[in-house]
Structures are given as C-alpha cells and as structure tokens.
C-alpha cells in the first residue's frame, strides 16, 4: 500500500517537473490522433481545438526558427519585395519572421479560423489573412513566391496540389517548402519533390530539435536537385 502511494507521488512529481504542456506536446497528439507524421490531412475541427488548447504554441519556439530563417533568408535573396502566397500561414509565425525585410504584398491562408484569428489584427492594405481550404483555393492573381511551411504534407495529395500552386506563379516566381523530416513517407515527399520539380534551392537543416529540408521550386522543366546549392534565378 505504501509502496503505491510512493509511486504514485513519483508520477505527480515527475508530471509537475517534467512540465503539464511538454507532457500535453508528447501526449496531446496521440490521444487526438493527430501526430505530426507522415502525410496525413486534419479536419478544420481538429486543427482549430489543436489551437484553442495551445499545441501548436510550440512553432513559436526556438527550435523553428532555423527553417523559419532559411525561408526568410532565401525570400530576402531571390526573391526581395515580393508578392507573396503563404499556404496552412497558421497563427502567422513566420509573417512575422518575413514582416521586418519587407514585402510587396502577402496573403496567408489557412485552414483554421482559430489560427487566422490569432494573426487577423496585423492584416493591412498589403496584407491579407484568409480561412479556407488550400485543396479549394484558386488564387485570383499570380504570386512571385508561393510558400508551403510545414503544411504540404497535411494535403490530400501534395504534389498535385504543389503542381497546381506553381501554375499559380508569375514568371521567375518560386515555391518554397519546408518539410519537417520525420517518416519514411517525408524523406519519401522530399525526394519526389527533388526528382520531380525544378529545384532552385535545396538545403537540409539537421539541428537538435530535428531535421527539415527547405527546397525552392521554379516552374522551369523538372530537373534533379543540385544539393545543397543554390542559384540566381
Ligand atoms: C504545422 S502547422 C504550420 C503552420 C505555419 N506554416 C508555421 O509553420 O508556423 C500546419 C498548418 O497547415 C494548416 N492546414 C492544414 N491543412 C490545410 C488545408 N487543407 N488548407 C489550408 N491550411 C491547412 C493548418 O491549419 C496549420 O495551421
């Protein structure tokens, strides 16, 4: 009987220090049935509850913000002053990161009401914050760059749907991905991409916190990747 007591009082313990919302980052997934993996679309219900109870705070980390970075520092390079499409935008972390260098115009769209409504207040003449469904969106004008961050892979069918957003591109314009790499169907994703569409950029981020791979595409004819270098375009 004491000898339960005692564990149980451990459990308390190791849940207290271990911290209730890492234990709801491990946990809350699982339990909803909605881990970060493989190439798996989410209801608009889930990925709106997934934000009310907080689990998606965690983009805000410091553990996002290399391929945040690399996004930046690649629109900053190739693509300055650019009329932008940022697709599954979510509550706007990487708007923020690209709002210090300056844009043209930026859209950002996103399942989630909930998520648009955590960014709606920094919408302006030049920035625009829409809910809908990226699988139904047409985009009524061409974009010099089309963004897909972490959200690719939520999609029914991703490289179809990749296909149709570079038809959606002015001339020179550029998609870019980032794709967080943690399953077989991701390195799977990943290399299609690389085989299939012409890559302008193609970098492998591998830090403490995981590995992600952020590709620039061109509309150009397919080609293999270059690895891990990068042109002007
Ligand atoms: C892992 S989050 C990434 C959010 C954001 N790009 C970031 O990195 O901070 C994936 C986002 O894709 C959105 N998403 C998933 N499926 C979508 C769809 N069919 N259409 C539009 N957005 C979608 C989700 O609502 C979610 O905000």
Redesign the pocket.
Known sequence: MRRGVRVACDIVRRVYNYGWRKLWTCLGPVLTGSQ?KAIS??S?ET?DAQ?RSGY?AR??DVS?VP??SMIVGLLSRLKPNATIL?????????FLAIRPYGYKAYVG????AV?IMAIASAADDRTTFIV??????TPVELFDVI?????LY???DPLTTLRRYISCLAPDGLVIL?IYHDSAEMEKLVRDVQAGLSVVADVKLCTPGGVWSVLALSAGASKHSNGGTMKDV
């Open positions: 970060r679309p989410i608009r990925w934000y998606w983009l805000h996002e391929h945040n940022d697709v599954g935008c979510g509550e706007g972390v990487l769209i996103d399942l989630s998520a809908t469904d990226a699988e139904a969106f963004i897909f961050n972490e959200s939520y999609l029914r980032s």
